[in-house]
């Protein structure tokens, strides 16, 4: 496949990882924020052709880890309602709630449907104006200019029977949150390729100034992931902390103005909880004023639903590197993958789950 | 899993497994109460439902060893012998139909024993309302893959539900055929040193019958392979009587087949992820929407483990054959931990293959 075989070659792999080890004279600590980029690492086994000196902490950075258990127990609440079809990415379905998942609703008969595009939903509640279609919009910045385009063009059309659960994320606030722990670890950043295609990088820049971090935008395939990684490396040993665009065949420093204002029309910054980081002000995006008709939230009454995370989930300590995951109390005991606390241990890329699947495999069956 | 009993705690470990290779990102929860989607994926949900229901409660020795087709002795020989159900939605996809999977699919499942196929037997569940030119036509492509693969079907039933109690047409064929002497084959039968054969590129069934279900369109052809494959499996034998194992990686594709030959055999396979053969168009697909092709089901290849010694041989003979003309040596077996699948990445490092907890489905990021 053109445009993907060539950022995927054994060859520029090896010579991007010999750079990066020639490059790192002393242990660094970064974070890739994406999960897609924590899934290119992982698939691809990148982190164990980097020097030992080069620690990856993967981010908070998956929206399906992150969306709190409260919102997907409001997601349930409404799948469950007779007059609903539920639309989601796929993803989503098995994301525990409290007591169950999106995919044993619909073994149990609610009507919940995989779509690939919330216009792909709009479209399911022009065909269907008898049902009650809902999207379930989560993501980060990436997502949200599809979602507000769904929303905008049913209130354009008239499709009354079509509305949004909101769930959207920020990458930024995040990133701040994390670098304002006093027992932060990590010293640069892989910011996400594709939420930079959508928003620019300008909101990193004061960032990268104020906390004097490296923040280099990476893309997701493993050539692009290894080019920030040595950028960011370069940086950190020249003692440099700048904003660095190393996926600029997708990414401008302004991003894609046109996205971002169908954005800013449809939704409005609003505070959001995030699974094992716990409350973050101004984190989220919710539905503007002019679309709360189009609010799932309002619709179908489910603002009551509240769900607060276990105190037991250490989880921002484990996102933070500063916890060990076997060091958690809760580890193995009270939080396993088949009943997670918290996002380490939901996602099958996150730390905690990662230490599950090692003490299997490691000799002696030991976690380390 | 809210206890800290050793056993049970034990236990949830074992089923804990991540599967860092399907990368989906939830793990799916466990114990359940009801039938989900999850027990039909053929992963580790339905190894689950088998060894905790069924093989719990039916104990012969030929049901535990688990193979695509019984093999029991009989006065006359060896007998193989099995029965598979056919529920695919859409009925008719590119490449192929309901019906002649359901002929292909048990035809393969006694060659995979390595078995010369004889007799078919299949049963019709038809829902009410289902178009009787729809039913023609899938009796039709039944029929004509029967006579195309000279395997005739001789035994037959049909019954009807009410509408809403089936989706228009569910098939189950049963099959059975004879071992030649000489033959040993068994999912339990990999050694060290051995090499792990496809027959050709994976993953072009289901991705074309999930681009007719999502009403997906991609460029390029994409067809089901959905072919009989005992002429292909002759062959080999014939080249490579010493052939150790051989599956066809249907439902849960290639990852699951070679977990399961490596779990059985308590050996380890090293794969090369360069070296499989996956179709430009599959691979497109599986991009967009972000499936791995090497979970994605295939009713017309098989994968073969041989001895190192007949790999050129039965290679050769693989490739003299049209359903074979891809075939590519694609890993081996080694003294590595006991039932542990590992994958060298295209980007030159490694990563454990495991079976997926439960269904693939796309993911978000």
Redesign the interface.
Known sequence: MKYLEEFRDPKAVRELAVRIAAKATRPWVLMEICGGQTHTIVKQGLDRLLPESVEFVHGPGCPVCVTPLEQIDRAIAIARRPEVTFCSFGDMLRVPGSDTDLLEVKSAGGDVRIVYSPLDALALAQKRPDRQVVFFAVGFETTAPANAMAVAQAKRLGVENFSVLVSHVLVPPAILTLLASPTNRVQAFLAAGHVCTVMGYTEYEPIAAKYHVPIVVTGFEPTDILEGVLAAVTQLEEGRAEVENAYARSVTRQGNQPAQSLIREVFQVTDRKWRGLGSIPSSGLSLSEAYRDFDAELRFDVLDVRAEEPAACRAGEVLMGTLRPNACEAFGTLCTPEHPLGAPMVSSEGACAAYYRYGRTAPGGTAP | ????DPEA?SQ?????????????????????D?????HGSGGRMSAELLSGTFLAAFTSAELAALGDAAVVDTPGGRLAFTTDAYVVTPRFFPGGDIGRLAVSGTINDLAMMGAKPLYLAAAFILEEGLPIEDLRRIVASAAATCKEAGVPLVAGDTKVVDRGSGDGVYITTSGVGIVPAGIEIGPDRARPGDVVIVSGAIGDHGIAVMSVR?G?EFSGDLASDAAPLHILVAGLLEAAPGVRCLRDPTRGGLASTVNELAGASKVCIELDE?AIPVH?PV??AC?L??LDPMYVANEGKLVAIVDSSEAGAALEALRSNPLGREAAVIGRVTQG?AG?VSLR????????VDLLA?EQ?????
């Open positions: 899993m809210s206890t800290a705690l949830a470990r074992s089923e804990a497994v991540v599967d860092s290779d399907s990368l989906s990102c939830p793990v799916p929860r466990s114990g359940h009801t039938i989900q989607m999850g999502e997906i360069a430009a691979r497109g991009e929407l972000g931990p542990m990445t295209a980007a030159g490092s490694s990563r454990i439960g489905l796309p993911r978000i990021c």
